[in-house]
């Protein structure tokens, strides 16, 4: 049987107070709602439908880039509304599997659970037991088995106790599930279409309800305010910073690394505090990251040291390389192994390489640097002329001294030497001497000034 999937995502989210529609307040740097669409796509679904609401016009903006359905749900008229506005895009064969866009941290292998366990022609839901069930739909058993769900508002004193609540997270087949949305009544407390209402329709029409569980009640919580949402985030970070520490990264305080992508480490690596990883992060065997570092989209090879306060950004680090402290490596850098950017030395699309250093206060941009260079303090590539970028190439075992500036298209051949000071506007041949500096007067007799 195929699968489709509909997220909920139609809320406005007062509770909020942001102009931004709930679902795409972030946890850690993606919407809430992006979390469970990639979560619903690794169960390798036959379409994902978002029902959509308030802020549409930014829900389909900030998603134009998945390959969703949209179904517009023009007034709130509760959760069994909501999933009948999408009634075109679930076929009668398929498994329906319905999913709420501001649960972000919803696992796939939770969902598989759900799906192994529903009946070939009934329902399969998701529960979980609460300390504090106030304000969930509380899940009604008679012998064990489910009957119904009544929430919270219509609940009777007694079946306040009950401490398994609903999620919401349900797996339907698809011709079943629109029967019973036709004949939903809105006679309730709230004056709504209760998708729970399914449940004791299901049963008293004899069809079975199997019920699975996720490791842990925050698993499916959802956002209302932006404290729940810090809640969801901080979980969110252990969850990823456990699977680093797993995997053979030590933190020097996991409370204090925040993952914003999918990282990839080796053994033996070291992460201090304050450090950020954004996008596709692979870090090697070895590695030691310093306090206060930003990386992203970037790779990382064996036994490189990150010293505090860097930026790589979509950049590559090679082997056994030493970065900062106060370095920025900016889009298209290269460092091969055993190469040295120092303090506060910014590097563009361009290639350090093997066992160079810039060691002090550089620009390297549109650069090709070859083995065994050295860049003095205040170098400069100098590729810009106000309209157009040009490249600077420095061939193995160059010297540059310091304060120096190369100004680009220009030529440093092998073993070329740059004088301190010296502004190069052409070529150094190899083994060549560049002196380009004003003369030096030293004049005597000179009166120093004095205030008037």
């Given at each position: 049987?195929?699968?489709?999937?509909?997220?909920?995502?139609?809320?406005?989210?007062?509770?909020?107070?942001?102009?931004?529609?709930?679902?795409?307040?972030?946890?850690?740097?993606?919407?809430?709602?992006?979390?469970?669409?990639?979560?619903?796509?690794?169960?390798?679904?036959?379409?994902?439908?978002?029902?959509?609401?308030?802020?549409?016009?930014?829900?389909?903006?900030?998603?134009?880039?998945?390959?969703?359905?949209?179904?517009?749900?023009?007034?709130?008229?509760?959760?069994?509304?909501?999933?009948?506005?999408?009634?075109?895009?679930?076929?009668?064969?398929?498994?329906?599997?319905?999913?709420?866009?501001?649960?972000?941290?919803?696992?796939?292998?939770?969902?598989?659970?759900?799906?192994?366990?529903?009946?070939?022609?009934?329902?399969?839901?998701?529960?979980?037991?609460?300390?504090?069930?106030?304000?969930?739909?509380?899940?009604?058993?008679?012998?064990?088995?489910?009957?119904?769900?009544?929430?919270?508002?219509?609940?009777?004193?007694?079946?306040?106790?009950?401490?398994?609540?609903?999620?919401?997270?349900?797996?339907?087949?698809?011709?079943?599930?629109?029967?019973?949305?036709?004949?939903?009544?809105?006679?309730?407390?709230?004056?709504?279409?209760?998708?729970?209402?399914?449940?004791?329709?299901?049963?008293?029409?004899?069809?079975?309800?199997?019920?699975?569980?996720?490791?842990?009640?925050?698993?499916?919580?959802?956002?209302?305010?932006?404290v729940q949402l810090a809640t969801l985030e901080r979980e969110y970070q252990r969850r990823e910073v456990e699977k680093l520490m797993l995997a053979g990264a030590s933190m020097r305080d996991?409370?204090?690394?925040?993952?914003?992508?999918?990282?990839?480490?080796?053994?033996?690596?070291?992460?201090?505090?304050?450090?950020?990883?954004?996008?596709?992060?692979?870090?090697?065997?070895?590695?030691?990251?310093?306090?206060?570092?930003?990386?992203?989209?970037?790779?990382?090879?064996?036994?490189?040291?990150?010293?505090?306060?860097?930026?790589?950004?979509?950049?590559?680090?090679?082997?056994?390389?030493?970065?900062?402290?106060?370095?920025?490596?900016?889009?298209?850098?290269?460092?091969?192994?055993?190469?040295?950017?120092?303090?506060?030395?910014?590097?563009?699309?361009?290639?350090?390489?093997?066992?160079?250093?810039?060691?002090?206060?550089?620009?390297?941009?549109?650069?090709?640097?070859?083995?065994?260079?050295?860049?003095?303090?205040?170098?400069?590539?100098?590729?810009?002329?106000?309209?157009?970028?040009?490249?600077?190439?420095?061939?193995?075992?160059?010297?540059?001294?310091?304060?120096?500036?190369?100004?680009?298209?220009?030529?440093?051949?092998?073993?070329?030497?740059?004088?301190?000071?010296?502004?190069?506007?052409?070529?150094?041949?190899?083994?060549?001497?560049?002196?380009?500096?004003?003369?030096?007067?030293?004049?005597?007799?000179?009166?120093?000034?004095?205030?008037?």
């Amino acid at each position: 049987m195929s699968l489709s999937v509909v997220v909920l995502a139609a809320g406005k989210g007062t509770r909020m107070k942001s102009s931004l529609p709930k679902v795409l307040h972030p946890v850690a740097h993606k919407p809430m709602v992006q979390h469970v669409i990639d979560a619903a796509n690794a169960l390798q679904s036959e379409n994902v439908s978002i029902v959509y609401g308030h802020g549409g016009e930014q829900l389909q903006q900030a998603l134009n880039h998945n390959d969703v359905h949209w179904a517009l749900q023009s007034e709130q008229l509760g959760t069994g509304h909501a999933v009948k506005v999408a009634d075109k895009f679930m076929p009668d064969s398929d498994t329906i599997l319905i999913l709420y866009g501001d649960v972000p941290l919803i696992q796939t292998s939770t969902l598989e659970r759900l799906l192994a366990v529903k009946p070939e022609q009934g329902i399969a839901l998701l529960t979980v037991k609460l300390d504090n069930p106030s304000g969930y739909g509380r899940i009604v058993r008679e012998n064990g088995k489910v009957v119904g769900i009544i929430e919270q508002k219509d609940a009777s004193p007694e079946q306040l106790e009950i401490d398994e609540v609903n999620t919401g997270i349900m797996a339907v087949n698809g011709k079943l599930l629109k029967d019973w949305l036709a004949n939903l009544s809105s006679d309730n407390a709230q004056g709504e279409y209760y998708l729970t209402d399914v449940i004791a329709m299901a049963h008293n029409a004899g069809y079975a309800i199997e019920t699975a569980h996720p490791d842990t009640g925050i698993e499916v919580e959802g956002a209302n305010n932006r404290v729940q949402l810090a809640t969801l985030e901080r979980e969110y970070q252990r969850r990823e910073v456990e699977k680093l520490m797993l995997a053979g990264a030590s933190m020097r305080d996991p409370q204090r690394v925040d993952v914003r992508g999918d990282v990839t480490v080796g053994q033996d690596v070291e992460i201090d505090v304050n450090v950020v990883f954004e996008g596709t992060v692979v870090i090697g065997n070895n590695v030691k990251i310093g306090p206060n570092n930003v990386l992203k989209d970037c790779t990382v090879g064996d036994g490189t040291v990150i010293e505090a306060n860097c930026l790589i950004d979509q950049a590559q680090v090679g082997e056994y390389a030493q970065i900062g402290p106060f370095a920025r490596l900016r889009p298209a850098a290269i460092v091969g192994n055993k190469a040295k950017v120092g303090n506060f030395v910014e590097m563009k699309k361009s290639t350090l390489g093997e066992g160079s250093k810039a060691n002090h206060f550089s620009y390297l941009g549109d650069a090709t640097i070859g083995r065994g260079v050295n860049i003095g303090a205040g170098v400069i590539t100098a590729n810009y002329d106000g309209v157009n970028k040009f490249k600077t190439e420095i061939k193995d075992n160059a010297f540059i001294g310091t304060n120096s500036t190369l100004v680009a298209p220009i030529c440093i051949e092998e073993n070329g030497f740059v004088a301190a000071g010296s502004t190069v506007t052409k070529g150094v041949a190899e083994n060549g001497l560049a002196i380009a500096r004003g003369k030096q007067r030293n004049i005597d007799g000179w009166k120093r000034p004095t205030k008037d």
